[in-house]
């Protein structure tokens, strides 16, 4: 091997792309410096890489290298790609007498104080969050003109007068004043420089330095495509040293003089950074050598060269078949084809939910073969989250590396509840999700008895004070369940949690009147006070979250003052964009991001995500310029993304192993397979025609993750969940003896809720903050209706709208519902008091309210008692009775109580014909059923009248009986709506019983 710093040797290399770059360069290291009998030039060597990960895993290949026997490891610093937000090297700015880079914080927060100022002279109102979103796109542009280079930002003005462009483009020029005339400004006033600009002038300073006095041992500058200005200095001043050498990732050597002339005229091309970085170096393309001894076959030069045809500029796809031909020279065309797409597969979702069952899969079955290494590589981090989770399944750990977002971790999350809490303090819903939050220290118990005893329900109370005063008033009431000490120590809390609202009112202030730090000092202190300490500022997610209230200290502190909503919003976004890292990895499988994989390797490497507009992602739409000002002015072409994109996808592509997935379907709406998929089917069609080139392009049908699918099943000892029809039928002696008319409708249409309620003693909880709904909206008319008819004293019609809107509220019904349907409520009233006063006067002693009555039944073995309520029954001269039902909805039709499903009012005429209401004689005859509808709407609906009445009940009670006898029967199960036709809504345990698990459907969609 000859030796890679002699004079004669190349100073620029390339390791091929999908050979394991950084064991390839760890390997010739060792047998240049260490096997030659210099290990102590190691130590001495300088190598820079892209990112923290390829460094860390530069220093394992090396110590892999050397037969994991002890070295003295080179200095291996990070460079930073375009990309990456990696800060500047240390070093250089060290020996650099530069200012500071401004900190990310205070950069956005002066750019939002500026774009303010800049909409107050336009007399517009701009919100804080939109001013914090516009910095941030400033902010791109910033950075895109410092990697750049010299932009002329001073043409702007004469540009768009003279091409004449829309309005919009005039003012939006005008705005970007800021950022060529204010902005340099706000610089010297900060002693401060951006952190591209800064980056830069570090590393021409330590050029300059190595210029003055070079490094002792070799410098490397390794795996960077050269796409920032900083690391082409560094490269150069690697070329200028004695022994210093640039090996870049996946320069392909075969491109002829046309290809590169073509390829520079197109960014985004996967070369097009690499030849842009040798022209910048005026580094002849020739004079790129390989890296010397590498492990390379025919298959992965057919493979590069299949992979580099594919991703040719438009121009050259014209000659595809003639390419190919020079390429295949003896072999032929199809053999070449074969071994170029030997371990190498397509497969196609259905949707992303199958492409990430399909990844999951893919990366099981190489967990489980012991000695062998996966990855998967996406640029989709939902999918990466889909595929980590349904990981979980089967017991394998594997946490995408870009980390857990820090929103989605307990510390992150406790942080939004208390802000979203701050905004509301009495809000059952945000007090419960933060006193039940996991890193809580608040009395558990007490917690409990808050949630089950005081807070369920509507809501109707507002501010702390109120809440406290309804908690103190609930568990003293003869209805709570909770004991006494139970109650105070639920009181204590709900008193300690006011206290702390009300100091932070006080610290944050009204009506916007505090800074931005003011307002993350008191969110800071009240997380504190919600958690035992060091919580929540402990481990890797604390110590994000400590960093995060820096930065936003450091972006809301120029703007002024703020409100809490706003500043609740910017926690939220800026929180979205902080990644917490993985606390372990897998030895053998992994999630990577497109960024965490360069450089990196793998046995078999997954691509996923591969549909249009994901990978590669289109260049966002620049806001300020359009393209051609962006090209005049000399930024760069936001295609360059892509190409880097695409010099990425080409290195992965080229690796031994590969499995390509991409959806069919995406976001519910249909998905294009990614360009480069398109093109690479396109070329082994235009080679093998379309039925062999699918063949060869599908995975081994042993090895098809498509046919897994519905066969795959946990490893062992992972608990799997059942879904069984529940069919209980317990002991006669335990089922119920005593039922209410309504809930003899429930037996008839869901058993199961009787079995549960009455049987289990199960009674599902009101949601907190639940609002109106039908059954408290009937209670209230219930009351009101009372209150009408109290001592016989009929109210006015105003105060009975007064009191049913009273009611209505503590029911849970809005303000502005209320005040929005108030004349129909009064026209329903009108109508109602004219009923009254027509049908009091054929009655005798005035109409029985909510009457309570009850009837026993003999069913052979068991009496079993039937009780109800009447909302009014009207009795006359000749001991007929009239029994009525208020409804605040549409009542039930005729139909329906004909056909037993709607049995309240008949069964309520059998108890007054057999049993006893209070108040009323017994065995008295029911001759009419009446619904009256009464609400914002008044309505009569009389159900049966005379002999019609008496049959409706004579059926109704042969009818119950049945009923009540099969269920005498131990055999007889309680099912969940046994017939779904007949329900009306869907019943409260449902989910219990996990009816859409073993239905396979759900009923009420």
């Known amino acids: 091997m000859s030796m890679l710093f002699a004079p004669s040797s190349s100073r620029i290399r390339t390791i091929p792309a999908g050979l394991p770059f950084l064991k390839i360069l760890s390997a010739g290291l060792k047998h240049e410096l260490i096997a030659r009998g210099e290990p102590a030039l190691l130590a001495d060597t300088i190598i820079y890489v892209p990112n923290r990960r390829s460094a860390r895993a530069l220093a394992y290949s090396l110590f892999e290298a050397n037969e994991e026997a002890s070295l003295m490891l080179p ?63 400033l902010a791109q542009l910033l950075d895109q003109s410092a990697l750049s280079g010299n932009v002329n930002w001073q043409q702007l003005d004469a540009l768009v007068l003279d091409q004449d462009l829309a309005i919009h483009w005039q003012k939006s020029v005008a705005f970007l004043k800021i950022i060529y005339e204010q902005w340099p400004r706000t610089l010297s006033n900060a002693k401060a420089m951006d952190p591209y600009t800064r980056r830069l002038a570090a590393a021409t300073a330590m050029a300059e330095a190595w210029g003055r006095q070079p490094p002792r041992g070799p410098l490397i ?37 046309r290809s590169q002339s073509r390829i520079l005229s197109e960014p985004n091309h996967p070369q097009f950074s690499l030849l842009r970085t040798l022209e910048e170096l005026n580094f002849d393309f020739a004079h790129v050598e390989e890296w010397p001894d590498i492990p390379d076959n025919e298959n992965n030069r057919a493979r590069r060269q299949i992979i580099s045809e594919s991703l040719a500029p438009a121009e050259d796809t014209a000659a595809w078949n003639t390419r190919l031909q020079m390429l295949t020279h003896t072999k032929g065309e199809e053999a070449f084809i074969r071994n170029a797409l030997d371990g190498l597969s397509h497969i196609e979702a259905a949707d992303e939910t199958e492409e990430a069952e399909l990844a999951t899969l893919l990366l099981r079955q190489t967990f489980e073969k012991k000695g062998q ?62 006193l039940k939050h996991p890193l809580s220290c608040l009395d558990a118990s007490a917690v409990l008895t808050l949630d089950r005893h005081a807070l369920r329900g509507p809501r109707n109370w507002t501010g702390m004070t109120e809440l406290v005063g309804r908690v103190q008033a609930t568990l003293a009431s003869d209805f709570c369940r ?59 997610a604390g110590e994000a979250l400590s960093s995060l209230f820096d930065h936003l200290a450091d972006m809301t502190g120029p703007i002024g003052t703020i409100s809490l909503l706003a500043m609740r919003d910017i926690i939220r976004s800026e929180m979205t964009k902080v990644f917490v890292p993985p606390e372990t990895e897998s030895s053998q499988i992994a999630i990577w991001g497109p960024l965490e994989a360069r450089l990196q390797s793998a046995d078999h490497i997954i691509l996923a995500g591969l549909n249009e507009g994901l990978w590669p992602a289109q260049p966002g739409q620049d806001s300020f310029l359009p393209r051609k000002l962006r090209r005049e002015i000399g930024l760069s072409d936001p295609d360059e993304r892509i190409g880097l994109s695409a010099h990425d996808f080409a290195q992965f592509a080229c690796a031994p192993h590969v499995t390509m997935l991409y959806a069919k379907r995406r976001d519910d709406a249909p998905a294009l397979a990614s360009r480069w998929i398109w093109r690479m089917r396109m070329l082994a069609r235009g080679a093998l025609g379309e039925n062999r080139a699918a063949a060869l392009l599908a995975p081994d049908p042993a090895n098809n993750s498509k046919n897994w699918t519905g066969n795959h099943k946990p490893l062992s000892g992972v608990p799997s969940p059942a879904s069984v029809k529940p069919q209980p039928k317990p002991p006669v002696s335990t089922r119920p003896k005593r039922l209410s008319v309504t809930r003899i409708e429930t037996l008839i249409r869901d058993p199961y809720s009787i079995y549960c309620r009455y049987i289990l003693g199960l009674e599902r909880l009101d949601p907190l903050d639940s609002g109106s709904d039908p059954r408290r909206t009937g209670s209230a008319i ?13 109210q006015s019609s105003d105060a009975f709208l007064a009191k049913l809107e009273a009611e209505l509220m503590l029911a849970g019904l809005k303000p502005a519902d209320l005040i929005s349907l108030r004349h129909a409520r009064l026209r329903a009233i009108h109508s109602f008091m004219d009923w009254h006063s027509n049908t009091v006067a054929q009655i005798s002693g005035g109409p029985k309210i909510e009457a309570d009555g009850r009837l026993e039944l003999n069913l052979g073995t068991d009496i079993f008692t039937l009780t109800g309520k009447a909302d009014r029954i009207d009795e006359y001269m000749n001991d007929e009775i009239s029994i009525i039902d208020f409804k605040s909805g549409k009542p039930p039709t005729k139909p329906q109580v004909m056909s037993g499903l709607e049995p309240q009012l008949p069964l309520l005429g059998l108890i007054a014909q057999k049993g006893q209401f209070d108040g009323l004689a017994r065995h008295r005859k029911p001759t009419d059923f009446t619904y009256i509808r009464i609400g914002t709407d008044f309505e009569i609906s009389t159900i049966a009248d005379g002999d019609e009445a008496q049959t409706l009940i004579d059926a109704t009670e042969a009818g119950l009986l049945t009923l009540l006898k099969a269920f005498a029967d131990p055999n007889h199960p309680y099912l969940n709506a046994p017939r779904p036709e007949r329900l009306k809504y869907e019943f409260e345990y449902n989910r219990l019983s996990r009816r859409v698990e073993w239905a396979g459907f759900d009923e009420y969609d």
């Open 75 to 137: 200095d291996i610093r990070v460079l930073g790609d375009l990309e990456t937000a990696e800060p500047p090297p240390s070093v250089e700015a060290s020996i650099s007498d530069l200012p500071p880079v401004i900190p990310a914080g205070r950069r956005l927060g002066e750019l939002a104080r500026l774009i303010l100022a800049f909409h107050r002279t336009q007399a517009f109102d701009y919100a804080p969050s939109a001013a914090f979103s516009t910095a941030e796109e």
């Open 221 to 257: 500058i390794a795996g960077s495509t050269g796409s920032t200005p900083a690391s082409r200095v560094l490269m150069q001043a690697a070329l200028d040293a004695p022994r210093g050498l640039v090996v870049l990732p996946g320069l392909d050597c075969e491109l002829s003089l």
């Open 373 to 434: 290494t996966a990855a998967l590589v996406t640029p989709d981090t939902g999918l990466a989250r889909r595929v980590s989770a349904q990981l979980k399944k089967y017991g394998i750990i594997c946490t995408p590396s870009a980390g857990t977002a820090l929103h989605q971790t307990p510390a992150g999350s406790l942080v939004l509840l208390v802000a979203d809490w701050l905004l509301d303090p009495g809000d059952p819903v945000r007090l419960m999700a933060l």
């Open 482 to 540: 909770a004991s006494p000490d139970d109650a105070a120590r639920a009181l204590s809390l709900a008193r300690h949690v006011a206290m702390l609202a009300d100091k932070a009112e006080v610290a944050i202030g009204e009506r916007a009147t505090s800074s931005g730090p003011e307002v993350l000092a008191a969110i800071l202190e009240l997380c504190s006070a919600f958690c035992d300490p060091p919580q929540p500022w402990t481990g890797e």
């Open 782 to 794: 219930h009351s009101a209706i009372e209150y009408f008819e109290a001592d016989g004293q009929h």
